[in-house]
């Protein structure tokens, strides 16, 4: 795995170091001067919501909801417990960027925490890891301790009267989790599954307590937003798209992996990053931010910038900025269907169109791989995503129609191909 992070950014990836993640190697680099210096200053917590809003970072985990947007949202004369929590329930397929923070640079994630608790007046947080990596939660867990005997965690930190703590919850591997209000109900110990919507979280999260959560990659950005100012960052990316972010391509590139690029950077220039397609292939396909993003056809994407407004416009969708690259030797058939599959099985059941519904697309994309497909099955895919879209308590259902429609939408042909000829138009 290749990291290529600008000299901008404080991240400490490419550094060198014996041991990046060590707390040592973070200090003597800039780590926790901004908290340092919030807690000397007593800064306003709405002064650093402003520079958060004024910084145009929106989440980095798949909405890409504006981040100083959503922490005005946490009441600020609530009296009691209020919590901010992490999301590392990283199980989104193709995206592998959060771990990888956990890893080499767990520091700036609990920097990132603790303003963000300081700001929405929280005193606890936690953070959700995915149960399918233990590696990351262990240096997740030492890191914790390094900052706990430094006097960054715990009572009275840093001698400002100010309590906070921060504790790690391993979760079981299901992708529900990733939505933040199962997220929640795992946390509180309950079986994994979307919260009916309102309350929001920020009047009714975990416990029932005021909650804000945010993803890992998000709040690992706040202390160089903190340290350099809302307008630095603004700066990096483009208007409405602040900063840098980190991108997971993996699939038909020569040397996939995370690069750290600004936002407003031409596909053309990851894609160049990271080696090109593989074995001097054509590009066919790009999914450009996780798999229930909508696939967008290779010269479609070669023409677009990686920020969250244009892919948009292309009708699809920057997600968690996984980018998954097919070559002409792809099936499209075949590639939805294992697709299909996966949103079939991790479906919890709970909404009757998302239950039914993942399961009968993937068996009528099933049928039409192994020789079976009938020509009105393609529109009752379309419908049957139609059913299920909008009409679920969480945007699993989305997730599940986005791949199923946009494949048959931008390569029809080939679905059809396999339907009158009972085979594969690859190779053929």
Excluded at 93 to 116: C, S, V, W
Excluded at 312 to 326: C, Q, Y
Excluded at 343 to 348: D, G, K, L, M
Excluded at 387 to 402: K, M, S, W, Y
């Amino acid at each position: 795995m290749s990291l290529h992070i600008p000299d901008t950014q404080v991240c400490l990836w490419t550094l060198g170091h014996e041991n990046p993640s060590s707390l040592a190697t973070y200090t003597a680099h800039g780590g926790y001067e901004a908290i340092r210096k919030i807690l000397a200053e007593k800064m306003p917590a709405g002064e650093i919501i402003e520079q958060v809003k004024v910084s145009a970072l929106r989440g980095r985990g798949g909405a890409g909801f504006p981040t100083g947007l959503k922490w005005s949202f946490m009441p600020r004369d609530y009296v009691g417990d209020k919590y901010i929590v992490c999301n590392t329930d990283e199980g989104e397929p193709g995206t592998f960027k959060d771990r990888d923070i956990l890893i080499y640079n767990p520091h700036q994630l609990i920097e990132g925490m603790l303003i963000a608790g300081y700001a929405l007046g929280a005193r606890a947080g936690y953070n959700y890891i995915h149960g399918e990596i233990f590696e990351q939660y262990q240096s997740w867990e030492k890191a914790l301790e390094e900052a706990r005997a430094a006097g960054l965690l715990g009572h009275d930190i840093l001698g400002s009267g100010w309590d906070f703590d921060l504790h790690a919850h391993h979760g079981y591997g299901a992708y529900i989790c990733g939505e933040e209000t199962a997220l929640l109900e795992s946390i509180e110990g309950k079986k994994g599954q979307p919260r009916f919507k309102p309350p929001f979280p920020a009047s009714f999260g975990l416990y029932g307590k005021p909650t804000t959560i945010n993803n890992t990659e998000t709040l690992a950005s706040i202390p160089w937003i903190m340290r350099h100012g809302g307008q630095a960052f603004l700066e990096l990316g483009k208007p409405n798209n602040g900063g840098s972010k980190i991108f997971s391509i993996s699939g038909h590139v020569n040397k996939p992996g995370n690069y750290e690029i600004p936002l407003g950077t031409p596909f053309a220039t990851l894609l160049e990053m990271a080696g090109g397609v593989r074995n001097g292939h054509k590009l066919k396909a790009v999914i450009p931010g996780g798999s229930s993003a909508p696939v967008l056809p290779g010269e479609v994407m070669m023409d677009l910038t990686l920020d969250f407004d244009a892919i948009a416009k292309a009708g699809s969708m920057l997600g968690s900025g996984a980018v998954i690259v097919m070559d002409e030797t792809v099936c499209m058939v075949r590639a939805l269907e294992r697709l299909s599959y996966f949103y079939y099985e991790e479906s919890c059941g709970q909404c009757t169109p998302c239950r039914e519904g993942t399961g009968w697309m993937h068996r009528i994309v099933r049928r039409i791989e192994h020789g079976q497909g009938r020509p009105e099955d393609l529109e009752e895919l379309v419908r049957i995503g139609g059913n299920i879209a909008g009409r679920t308590i969480c945007a699993l259902g989305d997730a599940a129609v986005g791949p199923v429609v946009s494949f048959v939408r931008h390569f029809r042909a080939e679905f059809e191909y396999h339907i009158e000829n009972k085979r594969c138009l690859v190779g053929a």
